[in-house]
């Protein structure tokens, strides 16, 4: 079974829909309420952890079931650099890029890591005796702590990032007991 794809913006236009599909997914599987929370929960995460790391967000989200196993899948497009890749590479279950499979998939994943832009910070953009005219808390980017991250890997089975080019492919696993 798979659930109608959901398109996701910037200004939170689909967010609610997504949150919407996965309890209408959990209601047609026939969950619990505590079960269908726990798959709404994974599902609010997953597109704050893209939107926190990519920090643009035109994402596709739908949701694959077969027996008591759901797939929750999220594919993004973003201007990739190493801080971005790295991030979200360290949200997976196995700290590796999914993408990255046989000869020719490390190989070009090898390459695409050699290729990635280093990250561009407002700081670095600005000169210095500039940036002390300008008040600390003005323009400082707000640091990404993680919780994201941190909820996803306790509440899901399995986190998978995929990483080919600047498309990013994200899929959570959650096998419910029943």
Not at 21 to 50: C, D, N, P, V, Y
Not at 101 to 106: H, N
């Amino acid at each position: 079974m798979k659930s109608d794809v959901i398109m996701i913006d910037n200004q939170g236009n689909g967010f609610r829909d997504a949150v919407e599909q996965t309890r209408k997914t959990a209601a047609f599987r026939g969950l619990s309420g505590k079960e269908s929370l726990h798959l709404q929960l994974i599902t609010e995460e997953m597109l704050s952890l893209a939107r926190s790391v990519t920090g643009e967000m035109k994402a596709s989200f739908w949701i694959e079931g077969e027996g008591n196993q759901f797939d929750l899948h999220l594919t993004t497009e973003t201007v990739m650099d190493k801080e971005k890749r790295s991030l979200l590479i360290s949200s997976a279950t196995s700290s590796k890029n999914e993408a990255a499979k046989g000869f020719l998939g490390k190989l070009r994943d090898a390459f695409e890591q050699a290729m990635t832009a280093d990250a561009v910070h407002l700081s670095d953009a600005l000169p210095q005796d500039l940036l002390a005219d300008i008040p600390s808390s003005g323009f400082e980017e707000p640091e990404w702590d993680g919780y994201e991250k941190s909820v996803l890997k306790r509440l899901a089975d399995q986190v998978k990032i995929g990483i080919r080019g600047g498309v990013v492919d994200m899929t959570v696993s959650k096998k419910i007991a029943g």
